[in-house]
């Protein structure tokens, strides 16, 4: 059972425009929010993490938002730049220190 | 300060053969994880480590997979018999506490064919 679902599994994005990807989970045992990118050939680097007592948190060009209440939580690239492109992974862990990963988003940024 | 090194960083093998990958993990980091990553999937835990001690090692198909950390420091997973499903990319990972998951190493790409 997917413990994190992400969506979408694929996204194109002009570059200049935002990238939105989207994360829900069920465990409310979940506690740290972290996301990944990843380039071929290369381990997921950590992007931007968030806790869940803000609903936003920003770093450079990415911002995450998190909804507790709907269990969900997205990663937003704004100025999406050719240099993005790459694979994005949400994850969650739980209070056991157990990190769950989503499925991952390959994004790619038209010049 | 080196990242995570792992090697080999590809390995062919036929399958019922056994394998094993080496992983240092960053100095310091008393936290090493091992990871494997399926084609177009996220990466799943096999085993974490604080310090030489399995703290989870739930996931870890123990009928053919074993890991040792000697010393905790760097870390050694194997695979014997390897599977055919065993084929993936093995990442290894490491951080200065169990809280935080920040660096990995490039990974191992294993086919067994």
């Known amino acids: 059972q997917q413990q994190v679902k992400q969506s979408p599994q694929s996204l194109i994005v002009q570059k200049g425009g935002i990238s939105i990807i989207n994360c829900a989970y069920e465990n409310t045992a979940f506690d740290y929010f972290p996301w990944y990118q990843q380039f071929p050939g290369k381990g997921p680097a950590l992007l931007i993490a968030?806790?869940?007592?803000?609903s936003e948190k920003k770093e450079g060009r990415f911002t995450i938002s998190f909804n507790k209440s709907a269990k969900q939580f997205s990663l937003h690239i704004m100025d999406s730049q050719p240099g993005d492109s790459a694979t994005y992974f949400c994850?969650?862990?739980?209070?056991?220190?157990?990190?769950?990963f989503g499925t991952g988003t390959s994004l790619t940024v038209i010049p | 300060e080196a990242g995570v090194v792992q090697s080999p960083r590809y390995k062919i093998i036929e399958k019922k053969q056994p394998v094993a990958f080496w992983c240092n993990p960053i100095?310091?980091?008393?936290?090493l994880y091992w990871y494997r990553q399926n084609l177009g999937q996220g990466p799943e835990l096999l085993i974490r480590?604080?310090?030489?001690?399995?703290?989870?090692d739930s996931q870890l198909p123990k009928d053919r997979f074993s890991a040792e950390r000697l010393k905790g420091v760097d870390s050694t997973l194997k695979i014997q018999p390897a599977e055919l499903g065993d084929s993936a990319v093995y990442l290894c990972?490491?951080?200065?506490?169990?809280?935080?998951?920040?660096?990995f190493g490039p990974g191992t790409r294993l086919t067994v064919l």
């Open positions: 990972a490491s951080s200065l506490d169990p809280g935080t998951l920040g660096y």
């Open positions: 480590y604080e310090n030489e001690e399995a703290v989870d």
């Open positions: 994850a969650a862990q739980n209070t056991g220190n157990q990190f769950y």
């Open positions: 100095s310091g980091h008393n936290t």
């Open positions: 968030i806790r869940p007592d803000v």
